[in-house]
């Protein structure tokens, strides 16, 4: 399968736990970008991150929340602390970078938080 | 018909007419926008795109129409058919700004057969 891969399609965690939501991009894609989506709402962009940097993260919350894209491996998605209004669903998107290309979309992580 | 209620906006179309979506977008300075389709369960999936310097694009069984003095978008599908229920995305960019998308608030096409 070349499209975009996120696991676990589902997480359940408990307030205060740890969640970690990973993103493995297309092949051939070096962008990864992170939207989160609430019920019957648009997605709301995150973070966009190319290899080992963080290139715009000006749609994280200040706390709790982290990303990343190492040399080696997916990019993860981080939230610490978890709180009820985490339970969202989480999108990754990649592209190629080049000018005028769309970003193709996983099938997102729902988080639910009991 | 269409309507706005409190979720999202629904458009209902009877198999084998003609759908159009429309979007009104928020920023000016936007050059590329692109229309997703998400299912129930699923990401979206990209349709079509379109540059600023178009005012029309076309693809199989979609059109996409731009009119930046208005700063309006529509997707208009052909021959609807009961595969093409789903929730429509449109998203703008700003090329050359940060690459993220902003999406607008999504319309709920329903087919009915």
């Known amino acids: 399968n070349a499209g975009v891969m996120q696991n676990p399609r589902h997480l359940v965690r408990r307030r205060g736990q740890e969640a970690r939501l990973r993103c493995s991009p297309m092949?051939?894609?070096?962008?990864v970008y992170w939207y989160r989506q609430l019920p019957e709402e648009g997605l709301k962009f995150m973070v966009y991150l190319q290899k080992e940097n963080i290139i715009d993260e000006s749609g994280m919350p200040k706390e709790r929340f982290s990303a990343e894209f190492p040399k080696e491996g997916p990019s993860i998605l981080r939230i610490q602390q978890v709180v009820r209004g985490d339970s969202a669903a989480y999108f990754c998107?990649?592209?190629?970078?080049?000018?005028?290309?769309?970003?193709?979309f996983g099938d997102g992580t729902r988080l639910s938080i009991l | 018909g269409e309507s706005v209620g409190l979720h999202l906006p629904t458009l209902s179309v009877q198999e084998g007419d003609n759908s159009i979506i429309n979007c009104a977008y928020s920023?000016?300075?936007?050059?590329?926008f692109i229309w997703y389709k998400q299912e129930s369960g699923k990401g979206p999936q990209f349709i079509i795109d379109i540059r600023s310097n178009m005012d029309k694009r076309q693809g199989q069984r979609v059109t996409v129409l731009l009119n930046k003095t208005v700063k309006h978008l529509s997707l208009q599908i052909a021959a609807t058919q009961p595969g093409d229920s789903a929730v429509y995305f449109c998203a703008e960019n700003i090329q050359g700004g940060s690459e993220k998308l902003v999406f607008g608030k999504g319309m709920k096409l329903t087919v009915n057969p």
């Open positions: 920023n000016s300075a936007s050059d590329y």
């Open positions: 092949k051939g894609h070096s962008h």
């Open positions: 998107a990649s592209s190629s970078g080049q000018p005028n290309q769309p970003q193709h």
